[in-house]
Each structure stands twice: as C-alpha cells, then as structure tokens.
C-alpha cells in the first residue's frame, strides 16, 4: 500500500496567487482530513469528509480556504488569494470506520510557502 | 487557555536513558488517549493509544492515563538515537476527532 499521496512536496508562492493541494487517500478509506501544522498553533483541523461529503468545516480559517473531495481517490485544499500568514505544512490524513479508535493515516505533508 | 497543553521542548537524553513526556488537558469529554510520533520532514504516526486510567506497555514504549488529574504520559525505556522525533498526545472526543498537542521534541544523543 503506497499509504497517504500528497502533492506537491513543496510550493513556494507569492502573496495572491491561487494555491492548490493535492491527496489521494489509501484506497478503501471512508474518510479524509486535512489538517494544517504550524510553530505557533500546532496540529490543527481544518476539514474532514466522510464518503466524499463535507461534514465539518468549522476548522477552516476563512472563506479564502475551500476543499473538495469529488470522488473517493482525490481530494483538494485550495487557497485563494494566498497570504504570508498560511505559511505552514498541510497534511491529508485518512481513515477507515467511524469508530473513535480507527487509526488515521497521515500523508507526508505539503510545506507552503507564501512570500 | 488551550484544551491540551504539552510542553515543546526540546529534550535532549543520552541514548538508554529513559525519556518522559507528558500532556494535560481540561476537557473532560476526552475519552481516548493516543501518542503520536512525527519524523522529521514526514506525517504524524500512531505510537499508541489507551482509553482508562492506569498504564498500557508496547515493547520500549509505556503509556500512562490519570483522568482524575487529566495528566497523560509517555515513557520510552532504554532511548535509541532513532528515538529522535516528535512526540504528540492526541485527545480523541466521541467522534473520532483528534485534539493534538503542541508536540515535544525529543533528541537522543550517541
């Protein structure tokens, strides 16, 4: 099992361009996350699905975030315009079942860059 | 005040020495208790995970659960420089969701 996809592994960009990440999550998972890690705050929640459906966005930052998940293999965290202040890693993270113990499985992370 | 509080290091040990960490938190609706652990430049990876109070072993690796103190710990017996990474407490609430702490870094040295 190839585990968490995430691309790119690294984008640098510039204060208002449109941002784009990507990830695939392990095939048979029924939910996917995406989490945002910085020095300051942490590991946080951004937004999860369940069977490619949105069920809590309360995490996202602002209206500048959006995601999408339009089948089961891919999903999307767009940031747009982007701003210096979302310099951080993001992580797709996925899992199987609803129980409070099934195990979530991390991507390798996309570092962002915004200048 | 945040919901889980973990010191960020970082903490340096020789290696064999026993490593201690630890995470408080204030919600009492916190009922599992997992620790991750994230290498360098990689994604988070479940260590372990208990849900009672008392202790729990995995090889090297002892967690440990006090809801009466909301104080959780992780002691990694006999450290190895492959040790070195970051360890972060993870409080789950009924869903599934995953409150993280800061995470602590650990560095263990030859």
């Known amino acids: 099992d190839a585990g968490v996809i995430q691309s790119p592994r690294h984008e640098v960009t510039e204060m208002g361009q449109e941002v784009t990440l990507r990830c695939k999550p392990i095939?048979?998972?029924?939910?996917l996350f995406w989490y945002r890690q910085t020095m300051m705050r942490g590991l946080e929640l951004l937004i999860y699905?369940?069977?490619?459906?949105?069920?809590?966005d309360s995490g996202m930052p602002e209206d500048r975030f959006s995601a999408k998940m339009p089948n089961a293999s891919f999903s999307t965290l767009k940031i747009q315009p982007s701003e210096p202040r979302d310099s951080a890693v993001y992580f797709c993270?996925?899992?199987?079942?609803?129980?409070?113990?099934?195990?979530?499985?991390f991507g390798p992370g996309t570092r962002l860059t915004v200048l | 005040q945040k919901e889980v509080e973990q010191d960020p290091g970082p903490l340096s040990v020789p290696e064999g020495a026993i490593v201690s960490l630890n995470c408080t938190y204030s919600?009492?609706?916190?009922?599992?208790f997992m620790w991750y652990r994230q290498y360098s430049r990689k994604g988070p990876e479940l260590l372990m995970y208990?849900?009672?109070?008392g202790n729990k072993e995995d090889g090297r690796f002892t967690a440990q659960v006090d809801k009466s103190s909301k104080y959780i710990s992780l002691f990694i017996r006999d450290s190895q420089p492959s040790d070195s990474a970051t360890y972060l407490c993870?409080?789950?609430?009924?869903?599934?969701?995953?409150?993280f702490g800061a995470g602590t870094q650990v560095v263990v040295t030859p």
């Open positions: 993270a996925s899992r199987r079942g609803s129980g409070s113990l099934d195990t979530q499985y």
């Open positions: 095939s048979g998972h029924d939910y």
């Open positions: 699905f369940n069977n490619n459906v949105p069920i809590d």
């Open positions: 919600n009492s609706a916190f009922q599992y």
């Open positions: 208990t849900y009672s109070s």
């Open positions: 993870a409080m789950v609430e009924s869903w599934g969701k995953l409150q």
